[in-house]
């Protein structure tokens, strides 16, 4: 699990009935950040102050939500828990929590009028563990579904997914991710779909990328879908270097999930450092591959 790495709690909140929640990745010692936003339908905070030419380097917090922009408001409850426990930037007159976030677009599988609010980010945070993470149909992936091609009837259950990998030397790689892609995922050993769109009547997979060849347009609404994550490592970053493994550690998606970064995704992948020792960015990054495809797969139960 991603809680393997020294430094990083995880905690979720949802709301079953409304079928939305959010997840919280706490990094209370502070973390170097950068974030690699691909797909074309982005619901983001806080994610320019991680360019590498701006000023902040660390983060306290990672905020994952559905609602769609809506659940851009549970990044307030998560500063609110922070802030009472004094951690964040010192400004002289207070300490500000740093919570970059992203949201995926649930609205449609529950109750659009529920959506991750300030409450739920605090609830979140106060379940924060370094405990093993429940994955499935919790926090921020509760609604989350992959497949859309065929419309919401045909459409497979995902949910959130977290693994890890440690190596001899000490170098401990985790991922977690909320798959609530466009796409189909399948598993990038055997290329056999394993979670996607289906046909109604058999129960087969459609197949979403042979679809796309024979239809003018690919179906449904742009930001009705995203892969949100994050990689973490227990080394230490610059924020370049870290923006570098969040783009490589994207590859994952594109491997997994097909089509992947579509006008209908916003995905975004954040890496987060927590450590003190150098390794290759590299083997960090290609690390970050693995343990994000196998979080994916993890997501949608395989």
Excluded: W
């Excluded at 170097?32 to 660390?58: F, H, K, M």
């Amino acid at each position: 699990m991603i809680t393997n790495v020294p430094g990083i709690k995880v905690g979720h909140q949802q709301n079953e009935s409304a079928k939305t929640g959010c997840t919280v990745i706490l990094t209370e010692d502070g973390a170097t950040c950068g974030v690699d936003v691909r797909g074309s339908a982005p619901g983001t905070r806080e994610t320019d102050l991680l360019d590498p030419i701006n000023l902040v380097d660390q983060v306290h917090a990672i905020s994952l939500a559905g609602g769609s922009a809506y659940g851009l408001d549970a990044a307030s409850g998560i500063m609110q828990f922070l802030e009472e426990r004094e951690v964040g930037l010192d400004v002289g007159v207070c300490k500000v929590p740093i919570v970059p976030s992203a949201i995926l677009f649930d609205l449609a599988i529950g109750d659009a009028s529920v959506r991750p609010d300030q409450l739920m980010g605090y609830r979140a945070a106060q379940n924060a563990t370094e405990k093993a993470v429940k994955e499935g149909s919790v926090g921020a992936g509760c609604g989350a579904t992959v497949g859309k091609i065929a419309g919401f009837e045909a459409v497979s259950d995902s949910g959130i997914g977290s693994a890890s990998i440690e190596l001899e030397n000490g170098l401990i790689v985790g991922a977690i991710v909320a798959v609530n892609a466009f796409g189909d995922v399948s598993d990038p050993k055997t290329g056999e779909i394993v979670a996607g769109a289906r046909n109604l009547e058999t129960g087969e997979f459609l197949n979403s990328t042979k679809m796309m060849r024979k239809q003018a347009e690919a179906g449904g609404f742009p930001g009705t879908n995203t892969t949100i994550g994050a990689v973490a490592v227990n080394a230490k970053l610059t924020k370049s270097e870290a923006k570098k493994v969040a783009q490589v550690a994207q590859n994952a998606i594109g491997r997994t999930i097909s089509p992947a970064h579509t006008m209908y995704d916003g995905d975004t992948i954040f890496a987060l450092a927590t450590g003190e020792e150098r390794f290759s960015v590299d083997l960090i990054a290609q690390l970050g591959i693995e343990v994000m495809e196998q979080a994916i797969l993890n997501a949608v139960g395989k």
